[in-house]
């Protein structure tokens, strides 16, 4: 199991202050939490892809490629790629190259964003959304595994002859995860490419995510790729922990509250019984966690937390990390158990790379 954090970057005042941080201090209490999640024992640091206030990770290469120079054992990622609204040569550009300098510690999750401006931005049209990700992603394949390409499709301008540079370490693509909340067209593209399908349940029961887990791990097994129980699954879940549980409820509640996403909804109470909002003490989050079976239907191999938006100061984010470093080494132990051997786990260069290797050698 992979555990880690994963954010979008919102630039938010704090409600008990009034405070918002500036971008500066947003961009660089962003690079400290990557680099204490190292330090505390996480496996992964994610970031989001957005082009609109309040939200600062534009770039997301940028972010992980600073990143990726000040860690060595981290594994970097997105939590959004917007495979609609870039073009599929510079995401292929982009990635190998920070794939290079952080000598393969880098996977990306494709989404289609949850910001409907952005389309007209970059040219597209929101109504092409399905379209895009399934065109788009299709060439981005492509380029990562052929040294040169032909190619025409509608949204972009034909390729001929076309070589992107620089190619992947070591002839090996980043993995790729494909993020949705509810659109089974991205979990179907994601089993009929063999990839791995994040579903981001955050605000979603645990009957809906499981249906789209679900229909993910039975195409999967569908186009051949092996067992439903061996397709690769990731989730999310939100994290605000205290030593006592009521101080962790009565800490989060205004930044709950006040949220645009969770405030004049549900009540805290209601959505933390319903959804994967886990607010609580050290054992009680655990707790929910090693649920997470169930939303998944079965074991998979990456968990992700965010722990850092709505608002909340630096340092309580701070504390956050530090005690996911403690309930990280828990709740790895704990899914273990159990666990059977033909599931695999998380991919990785190392595990691509010798994947590749040893089919070239029954090949020969």
Do not use: C
């Not at 959004?80 to 599929?88: G, M, V």
């Not at 025409?152 to 190619?167: A, D, I, N, V, Y």
């Not at 129980?229 to 999310?236: H, K, P």
């Not at 959505?271 to 169930?294: H, K």
């Amino acid at each position: 199991m992979q555990v880690g954090i994963f954010g979008v970057g919102d630039v938010v005042a704090d409600p008990v202050t009034g405070r918002p941080p500036t971008e500066h201090e947003r961009i660089k209490a962003v690079l400290e939490y990557a680099q204490l999640a190292e330090d505390v024992g996480l496996d992964v640091f994610a970031i989001g892809e957005h082009h609109n206030p309040p939200f600062i990770p534009s770039s997301p290469t940028t972010i992980l490629g600073y990143v990726a120079a000040r860690t060595s054992r981290l594994q970097l990622s997105t939590s959004t790629t917007l495979i609609t609204t870039n073009d599929p040569v510079k995401i292929a550009e982009d990635y190998a190259m920070l794939q290079h300098l952080a000598d393969g510690r880098v996977d990306l999750m494709m989404g289609r964003g949850n910001t409907g401006p952005v389309y007209p931005w970059f040219g597209q049209d929101i109504r092409d959304g399905i379209a895009l990700a399934v065109e788009n992603y299709a060439l981005l394949r492509r380029l990562w595994r052929e040294d040169v390409v032909d190619w025409e499709g509608k949204f972009r301008t034909p390729l001929q002859g076309f070589t992107s540079t620089p190619r992947p370490l070591d002839d090996v693509p980043p993995f790729v995860w494909h993020g949705s909340i509810r659109s089974p067209e991205i979990a179907e593209q994601a089993a009929y490419y063999g990839d791995g399908f994040f579903h981001n349940n955050l605000f979603w029961p645990k009957r809906h995510v499981r249906q789209m887990i679900e229909l993910y791990r039975r195409r999967f097994e569908h186009y051949g790729h092996g067992p439903a129980d061996q397709a690769i699954v990731g989730l999310a879940a939100q994290l605000y922990v205290r030593k006592n549980s009521q101080d962790a409820i009565n800490e989060f509640r205004p930044y709950y509250d006040a949220s645009p996403v969770y405030g004049g909804g549900p009540s805290l109470e209601q959505t933390s019984q319903d959804t994967a909002l886990l607010v609580g003490s050290p054992d009680q989050v655990i707790e929910r966690i090693l649920q997470f079976r169930e939303y998944a239907a079965g074991d998979y191999q990456r968990q992700l937390f965010n722990v850092d938006g709505l608002g909340i100061p630096h340092k309580a984010v701070l504390e956050q990390i530090e005690q996911l470093g403690e309930i990280a080494a828990v709740i790895r132990k704990e899914f273990a158990v159990g666990r059977p051997e033909h599931v695999p786990d998380a991919p990785t260069h190392a595990s691509l790379k010798a994947a590749k290797e040893l089919s070239a050698e029954a090949a020969r």
